[in-house]
């Protein structure tokens, strides 16, 4: 969430853009049993850094710092192998421009993780979450080239990650038999 704008990742679309202004109370009968909708408003055509315009964008979040929000938004792909997996910072500025021109992704490299599900960027250090299925999820911390990984301390099937306003938790999604739960 940038503003009152909600932004998801769309695989190689780049990101789908949501006002959260435009949350609409569904009378009647509601599909799926909603009580309310978020119409999509738009999207935002991303390039995956270094004319990569194939770059898929499986997850994305708000970077932080110590004095709360940071100027970007992190973003990254999800893939069964380590090698070619990318992550990356993409300036809110650029997405928040009005322009029909694609917004490069800047910072991009390849940090080797496997199965990477969502990753969050506080003071400088990345936070990566990483599935194998039914058993118990890997954090990775690190740098560029300087990874750490805390292999099964995190609950099956992680998802997104993004950390508090203060940095000083990170909060995650877990998809328990198809349904996705906080964690």
Known sequence: ?????????????????????DILRVTGRA?????????????ERLVGGEGDER??????????????VGDHLVVGEFGPGAPGRKLGRLPVAGIHSGSADPVEVIDVHEP???RMQGAALVDGTWFATASHGLRA???????EGAWVRHAGVL??????????????RLWSLVVER???RPL
């Open 137 to 143: 999820g890997d954090l990775w911390v690190g740098s």
């Open 112 to 114: 080797g993780i496997a």
């Open 31 to 43: 599909p799926f049993g909603y009580r309310c909708v978020l119409p999509q408003s738009g999207t």
């Open 155 to 168: 609950p099956s099937g992680p998802e997104e990650l993004t950390a508090s306003h203060d940095g000083a």
């Open 1 to 21: 969430v940038v503003g009152d704008r909600l932004y998801a990742a769309a695989t190689y679309g780049g990101l789908r853009r949501f006002e959260l202004t």
């Open 178 to 180: 198809g349904l996705p």
């Open 55 to 68: 770059m898929r964008f499986s997850f994305v979040s708000h970077e932080r710092n110590s004095s709360g």
